[in-house]
């Protein structure tokens, strides 16, 4: 049989396709997603937190900027400042969780489909940590803080316990805490060690998301963004950025939301 040039093979295959009427390109599904966790994930700018909100949700916190860049069809947002492991996945008294004396995990269900989550640095201590940064450490600290890090793990578990029940279906992006501190920063007292437990808190976070298949995020470049540095992602007072003191700025929020987004892909 004789050979027909390339050419005339390929002008043949793309007539032939040309025949053939295209399938039509799916609708995305409408997303369902929802925001758990505690202060990190909450308080943004000052100036846009409403007064009256006892949680301290901010406008520019990262579940919210998140949720306008997904275009989410709902979004609910249980974070809450002050917020424990138990706030997220148990029944409580304390009233720091998505309604009065439920959990955090009561706003999801079968139809969630985006779960973010920022929660485990209050069950180590974390404000009492912070009074480090004016003077040294009280004394009890270390061996305090060391205990709760050896129980944060079983606590996560359970969280995730708690997410898989309700929302089994639910991809988690479990986000990591921007450092306050790292080794440029030589005028706090005890930076060393503080900056240590925040990698340490990190690192059983990233541990549980993997253990349970959800994704830890955490933005590119932080310890270049700490509070030493001339463009912070989280601040020790607040008074330059707007921010809440020893919490994410604007900036620091958006670094997030865009982090979790391209996980997100």
């Known amino acids: ?138 004394a009890g600290l270390r061996e305090k803080v060391a205990g709760e890090l050896g129980e944060l793990p079983a606590r996560l578990d359970d969280v995730y316990a708690a997410i898989e029940q309700q929302a089994p279906d639910a991809q988690v992006f479990a986000t990591g805490y921007l450092p306050l501190l790292n080794e440029g920063c030589t005028n706090v007292p005890d930076a060393a060690w503080l900056a240590e437990q925040i990698n340490r808190i990190n690192g059983e976070v990233r541990a549980a998301a993997e253990r349970h298949g959800a994704t830890y995020v955490m933005p590119a470049g932080v310890e270049e963004h700490t509070g030493c540095s001339a463009e912070p992602w989280v601040d020790f007072t607040g008074e330059a950025t707007g921010s809440y003191p020893m919490h994410p700025t604007a900036a620091g929020q958006h670094a997030m939301a865009e982090a979790i987004a391209a996980a997100v892909g």
């Open 1 to 138: 049989m004789r050979r027909l040039p390339l050419a005339v093979l390929v002008v043949a295959a793309l007539t032939g396709c040309s025949s053939t009427s295209a399938e039509p390109i799916p609708e995305p599904e409408p997303l369902n997603y929802a925001a758990l966790g505690d202060s990190y994930a909450a308080m943004g700018s000052r100036a846009a937190t409403a007064d009256d909100d006892p949680c301290m949700v901010a406008e520019d916190s990262y579940p919210v900027l998140l949720a306008e860049e997904l275009d989410a069809a709902q979004f609910t947002i249980a974070t809450c400042q002050g917020a424990v492991t138990a706030d997220v996945g148990e029944k409580t008294a304390s009233g720091t969780a998505a309604s009065e004396g439920s959990p955090q995990v009561a706003a999801l269900g079968e139809e969630t489909d985006l779960v973010t989550l920022s929660i485990g640095g209050n069950d180590v201590s974390f404000i009492d940590m912070t009074r480090c940064f004016e003077n040294a450490c009280p």
